[in-house]
């Protein structure tokens, strides 16, 4: 079975600092796909980026980046730059193959960042 | 484009109420998916449909809960009778990239009193 598991659950950066939110996974699948999400106090569940397990370089969208190390089983995410309205929470997905839609994504228990001005 | 549409948005309803939501998909992806959302338990899996057809049901609580996709534009979650303990937001995603990003809508709040 596959697991996320994100041990911040809470974390505070400086507005234009950068932070990294951790994530670790587990599964035994040899293709996967990892996924960020984020989710502001409005509610609404924004994609941030994806990275899939066979992918030889980390991904990056703008101010996000993708840590991605295969042999250790992590997926941080890089936020650069901090921004007031990066306040939200922050939840970290999988899925069971990597490159090919139709599957769900387990999610883990997210870490909720505040950026401080 | 117009992007995963829910309905009611927020839901208000008495313990033994039936309650409905409704999903409307992105036009073009084939795969739905229904989530709960709860502090306790965080985002939880309860179904999920491939091409209208149900392909994993084991995350639905109790046979209370049901679900349908009639066809390729419309999916109804259905509790019957509703408990207190469903309480939460719901939400449905929808996918149809290669890469399997799922596409939300913005949430069912649902309170049962």
């Known amino acids: 079975a596959q697991k996320i598991t994100q041990t911040q659950p809470g974390m505070f950066v400086q507005e234009k600092e950068a932070v990294t939110l951790d994530c670790t996974y587990d599964?035994?699948?040899?293709?996967?796909?990892l996924f960020w999400y984020k989710q502001p106090s409005s509610g609404e569940m924004i994609f941030l980026i994806y990275?899939?397990?066979?992918?030889?370089q980390n991904a990056t969208e703008g101010r996000y980046s993708l840590n991605f190390q295969k042999a250790r089983k992590s997926a941080n995410l890089v936020i650069s730059a901090s921004q007031l309205g990066d306040s939200a929470m922050y939840f970290c997905a999988m899925s069971a193959a990597s490159h090919s839609g139709n599957t769900p994504l387990v999610f883990g228990k997210g870490t909720r960042l505040s950026v401080i001005a | 484009d117009a992007g995963v549409i829910q309905s009611p948005r927020h839901e208000v309803t008495e313990m033994g109420q039936e309650v409905t939501l409704r999903c409307k998909p992105i036009?073009?992806?084939?795969?739905l998916f229904w989530y709960r959302q709860t502090m306790m338990r965080g985002l939880e899996l309860l179904i999920y449909?491939?091409?209208?057809?149900?392909?994993?049901d084991s995350g639905m609580p109790e046979d209370r809960f049901s679900a349908k996709m009639p066809n390729a534009s419309f999916s109804t979650l259905k509790i019957q009778p509703s408990e207190p303990r469903d309480s939460a937001v719901y939400f449905c995603a929808s996918s149809g990239g290669a890469d399997g990003e799922l596409f939300f809508g913005e949430g069912s709040r649902l309170t049962v009193l």
């Open positions: 036009s073009g992806h084939n795969s």
């Open positions: 599964t035994s699948d040899p293709s996967y796909g």
């Open positions: 990275q899939g397990s066979y992918d030889q």
């Open positions: 449909f491939n091409n209208n057809v149900p392909i994993d």
